[in-house]
């Protein structure tokens, strides 16, 4: 089943006033959509407008009271069914007929689906998307569906309706060919024109409108094996502008959704922006306290992190954009994921629709300085069992055979290394996998400061270049412990900062170094960043490895004077 299979198809649809909306929810017996005495009602099924909860009765008949205007009517399947032509109908005059057939569908556990989150796409991401679908159609696992939560185009905000409908119809197309059914969650980039100055709220196609008319509601449920997946609204429109905050009407409906089903039944959240760190989380996890909430999942960080939230787990889950919207650091597989739920609970894989074996390095952190014997510890999603042998290498150093073993959905390869004999500075954390065709390899900078300085013989001077971010005071750069410039106090936001380093400074690997100054008003120290931080040597940039678009580092301790680092390996080119 299709994306476009889930729009709404007129013959179900009677155009109405809103108002009053009734309709049957049944397993249709001949397939034709129509309800007809022949068909089996389907009694207790849950129809919505996002606002109102109503139940069906003994004859698969409801009726739900709802606002004048365009509507969103949508139904959560009962289990062991599923919808034939949709889970949604807009309706727009009336009174107003909106019909739900379903069929019957085994669903057994345990079950596998793809969440897929921020895929911001726009028309000249054709190829990279079609990746990203071919990846999930070929999963070797069975996919009982595939929900994207939020962020789905590059942003509507700052756009008129028909470049809106553009975006929407672009993402809509590049879906379509998802064999597994989708879901859609709404995003902050999904609330048209709101950024224009022209923007009225009350104007067709505007704020969350053209989302409900093209993709469906703002707040919804269906059941998959028992197992209610329920999408939620993580922004609202406040005063013409966009807020990270949870609409109170999102709170309310869910507190008359939880009312409907059973107190023991399970529940997954879907929503855009993390829960856990929304205003709303304490209203939302009173309303879900006697619930069984075992997984949440959401995105709009655009990195990986996990977190406890209404009495379960909360996956912030990367984002599918990477490689076009820009990624903000790291390189661990983080474009889609995969969730297996069984009668126990859950497990969980990142995948990337780039890489035949999608590598995750548990250990040690990409961050971290090493300068002692460890073990390495990387995850690989790998769900056809393909990979025979993994090896394990850091820098110069030989490889090493890699133990394989499993966790969760992942497989797993771990190795000790000693990066004793590496000189300090830069090195690839090298984690080669054979399977089918050529050995996969993934590449990684891990930093080794083992104490053993490598010597360097500068043949110039380089220019250090960095940008300043919400300066306040003259903070000082240091260069390898020593001083080396101020920055302005009265640096403006973005500011790019340059300044010569004399050859006799420089070493093989350069530590870079803001220190906070106290503010001018006397009241504590500076809480100030930098980033896109580079030295240029002998025509060539270098960057600390770590960061997309060079290093970066921040002073947040403002009772004190207190610093921020970054490294610059000039012996270090990643491959």
């Known amino acids: 089943m299709r994306h476009l299979r889930f729009l709404p198809l007129l013959l179900l649809t009677v155009p109405c006033l809103a108002g009053t909306v009734t309709g049957h929810v049944f397993l249709d017996t001949n397939g034709d959509g129509q309800w007809q005495a022949a068909d089996q009602p389907c009694a207790g099924a849950l129809v919505t407008d996002g606002l109102t909860v109503v139940a069906t009765a003994a004859d698969g008949a409801y009726v739900l009271d709802s606002p004048d205007g365009y509507q969103v009517i949508s139904v959560e399947n ?143 449920s269906f059941n998959y094996a028992g197992v209610h997946f329920v999408a939620l609204d993580g922004t609202d429109l406040v005063n013409g502008k966009l807020a990270y905050s949870m609409p109170a009407s999102c709170v309310e409906w869910l507190r008359r959704y939880v009312a409907h089903i059973p107190v023991t039944d399970r529940m997954v959240i879907l929503i855009h922006e993390p829960l856990h760190a929304l205003p709303q989380r304490a209203a939302v996890e009173e309303v879900l306290a006697d619930r069984t ?109 890699a133990a394989l073993g499993a966790d969760g959905l992942y497989r797993t390869a771990t190795a000790t290394l000693d990066p004793a004999q590496l000189p300090d500075g830069f090195h690839d954390l090298t984690i080669t996998l054979v399977g089918t065709g050529e050995p996969f390899v993934e590449r990684q900078p891990r930093l080794v400061m083992s104490g053993n300085e490598e010597a360097f013989n500068a043949v110039g001077p380089a220019v250090l270049s960095l940008r300043l971010q919400k300066v306040n005071a003259a903070n000082q750069i240091l260069l390898n412990g020593q001083p080396l410039a101020t920055m302005p106090a009265n640096a403006a936001n973005n500011q790019v900062l340059q300044m010569t380093v004399p050859p006799e400074r420089l070493r093989r690997l350069n530590v870079i170094e803001v220190e906070s100054a106290e503010l001018v008003d006397g009241v504590g120290y500076d809480d100030f960043s930098v980033d896109q931080v580079s030295l240029t040597y002998g025509g060539k940039v270098y960057r600390d490895p770590r960061f997309v678009g060079g290093g970066s580092a921040s002073v947040t301790n403002i009772t004190r004077a207190s610093r921020g680092v970054c490294y610059v390996d000039l012996g270090y080119q990643s491959r």
């Open 293 to 401: 909430v075992m997984l949440t999942l959401s995105g709009h960080w655009h990195s990986l992190a996990r977190a406890p939230v209404a009495g379960g787990v909360e996956i912030v889950a990367g984002q599918t954009s990477y490689a076009w919207h820009g990624n903000p650091g790291g390189f661990d597989a983080m474009a889609y994921n995969v969730v297996r739920i069984t009668a126990d609970g859950f497990e969980s894989a990142m995948g990337d629709w780039a890489e035949r074996y999608p590598v995750t390095v548990a250990e040690p952190a990409l961050r971290a300085l090493l300068d002692k014997p460890l073990t390495v510890r990387a995850h690989f999603l790998d769900l056809g069992s393909e990979v025979r042998s993994a090896s394990i290498a850091l820098g110069s150093m030989p490889a090493v055979p």
């Open 78 to 220: 009962p289990p062991q069914t599923w919808p034939t032509h949709g889970f949604w109908r807009g309706v727009t005059v009336g009174p107003a007929t909106a019909d739900f057939p379903l069929r019957a569908q085994e669903q057994s556990l345990p079950f596998y689906f793809v969440q897929g989150t921020d895929l911001h796409t726009r028309p000249d991401v054709d190829a990279q998307m079609a990746h990203y679908v071919t990846a999930i159609n070929s999963l070797p696992v069975p996919l009982a569906f595939v929900v994207h939560t939020g962020d789905l185009v590059v942003d509507t905000c700052a756009r008129d309706v028909p470049a809106a409908r553009a975006l929407f119809d672009t993402y809509i197309r590049q879906v379509a060919a998802l064999k597994a059914p989708l879901f859609n969650v709404p995003g902050n980039h999904e609330h048209v024109s709101w950024r224009l100055d022209s923007f009225d709220p009350e104007a067709p196609g505007v704020g969350k409108s053209m989302y409900r008319e093209l993709l469906g509601p703002m707040v919804y």
